[in-house]
């Protein structure tokens, strides 16, 4: 290949809004794989944190996707595009500075700063994705887009074990390398890929929209789903049957590769089938697999719901493509915010809510959670099918 076509293919490249989309997609998961898988043992060996520090740190980290409204004034001052290169940079700066700060205040101050900029990356992701991806292309590519990141994850947690089971890398070299690599491909991003015009000038004001309420409620909804899956479905593996960390990184691994296999699928399925029908095929499945596991026995059981969810999960993308159908174009930017804003205030109460039912019966939080599903499930039968296909 001659000088030439190389130079045309790389103008290609940074030419693409697609490509950049890709990017920063891949470059997400470097820092934030990185500064999750390590957390727990890193603030126990290095910081020693207590049960009651970490819980506090969690919580800082859950801030900034509760504020994410708030980059309406981000955008008062930048454009989305240099928004999104500026949080790509915070994320890989505040991954960078944690091993060199590995006390109480410290911990918190860079845990808040990589969240700011990890929460308003993928609030601006999502809505760049959404403005210049085609409604009829839309669920394919996000489906490539959550195939990428999980790729990338396993990846990043491949390497991470070669580097500190093998070659005995610290914490901070991790860090500083993790987050170093995110900050340059923000540089990278930011003086390769042209700065393309918005072809729509976003709001810059907060707004709730009557019209949007359906999507506000099933968005509200999916976070406390969530939630009750990330906080107790793990804790039910390890408190009831007992899975050891190895065990616990295997399940992490076997969900991430089923992810990267399934999500371009689940695109695909949103594509032929419209979101109607997608929805309320994930939100049934989901009210099923949340009452069995209130039911469940084994140990074999629980990992397959574990799983399952997992794999029912990779179908959520037709929330943001119903979104996208039915909003105005300048008001998709604000309205990610307030979505990731609504998606997090479950993050904020429900786990504590939820523990001290947990203390009292574990099936109770899955009933809960199958009870959740359900009102999402009969929410689903009230998107337009018009608006959908």
């Known amino acids: 290949m001659d000088t030439v076509s190389i130079m045309n293919i790389k103008a290609s490249f940074f030419a693409s809004r697609e490509q950049l989309l890709y990017l920063l997609a891949a470059a997400v998961p470097i820092a934030f794989t990185a500064w999750n898988a390590l957390l727990n043992n890193f603030v126990v060996e290095v910081a020693g944190f207590d049960g009651e520090k970490i819980g506090l740190l969690q919580s800082i980290r859950e801030v900034p996707g509760l504020l994410a409204f708030s980059i309406v004034f981000v955008l008062m001052i930048f454009r989305q595009q240099s928004a999104a290169y500026f949080s790509l940079a915070l994320l890989g700066l505040g991954t960078l500075l944690t091993g060199f700060f590995p006390s109480t205040v410290g911990l918190y101050a860079t845990t808040l700063l990589m969240s700011v900029g990890f929460h308003y990356l993928e609030t601006l992701h999502s809505s760049l994705s959404l403005q210049w991806i085609s409604k ?29 089971k093998i070659f005995d890398v610290g914490y901070i070299a991790i860090y500083v390398l993790s987050g170093g690599i995110t900050m340059l491909l923000a540089v990278i991003a930011w003086v390769g890929f042209e700065h393309f015009k918005d072809d729509v000038v976003q709001e810059t004001k907060l707004f709730l929209r009557k019209k949007y309420w359906l999507f506000y409620i099933l968005t ?3 976070g406390a789903r969530r939630q009750i899956v990330v906080v107790f479905a793990g804790f039910l593996l390890v408190e009831k049957f007992h899975f050891s960390v190895e065990n616990m990184l295997l399940l992490l691994i076997a969900n991430t590769i089923i992810n990267m296999i399934c999500a371009p699928y689940a695109g695909k399925l949103i594509e032929r089938f419209g979101e109607n029908l997608s929805l309320k095929l994930e939100y049934i499945c989901i009210v099923l697999i949340f009452i069995l596991y209130g039911l469940v026995q084994s140990q074999i059981m629980a990992v397959s719901l574990y799983i399952l969810d997992n794999l029912f999960y990779t179908i959520a993308i ?8 039915i909003a105005d174009p300048k008001d998709i930017a604000v309205t990610s915010g307030v979505a990731s804003a609504i998606n997090h205030i479950a993050a904020v109460f429900l786990p504590f809510t939820l523990g001290i039912v947990w203390i009292n019966s574990h099936s109770a939080v899955f009933f809960i959670g199958a009870a959740i599903a359900m009102v999402a499930f009969l929410l689903a039968f009230l998107i337009p099918k018009k608006e959908t296909e």
């Open 136 to 164: 009829e292309k839309a669920p394919s590519f996000l489906g490539k887009l959550s195939a990428l990141r999980s790729l990338m994850a396993l990846f990043i947690l491949a390497i991470l074990y070669v580097m500190m």
């Open 220 to 222: 509200f909804l999916a």
């Open 318 to 325: 037709a929330l943001k493509t119903y979104f996208q159908k």
